[in-house]
């Protein structure tokens, strides 16, 4: 079992940066973000594999950056000049031995 702790949301204006942690209790290959809007699908946001090799959206290229430190088995994401369409619940996700797991959430809110 993999335990995902995230932290980092918020409320945040337009423009304006936010720092997503999520630190897994073992260590995976896999990790990513994904997000979900109200009524919508959950989405990938970006991944990140051990080697570091990044993989992100269309809609966050240029503003959001993944990142992941080995020794502390955190990953990071980066919301540089956040819109009021990134406003979603946003979610960690590892993948170990073919199994998905997945952090409880945190909230962003981006107002305009």
């Known amino acids: 079992q993999v335990q995902l702790v995230e932290s980092g949301g918020g409320l945040v204006q337009a423009g304006g940066s936010l720092r997503l942690s999520c630190v897994a209790s073992?260590?995976?290959?896999?990790m990513g973000w994904y997000r979900q809007a109200p009524g919508k699908e959950r989405d990938l946001v970006a991944d990140?594999?051990?080697?570091?090799?990044?993989n992100y959206a269309d809609s966050v290229k240029g503003r959001f950056t993944i990142s992941r430190d080995i020794a502390k088995n955190t990953v990071y994401l980066q919301m540089n000049s956040l819109k009021p369409e990134d406003t979603a619940v946003y979610y960690c996700?590892?993948?170990?031995?073919?199994?998905?797991?997945w952090g409880q959430g945190t909230q962003v809110t981006v107002s305009s």
């Open positions: 996700n590892a993948r170990y031995i073919m199994t998905p797991y």
């Open positions: 073992t260590t995976i290959d896999y």
């Open positions: 990140i594999t051990y080697g570091g090799s990044a």
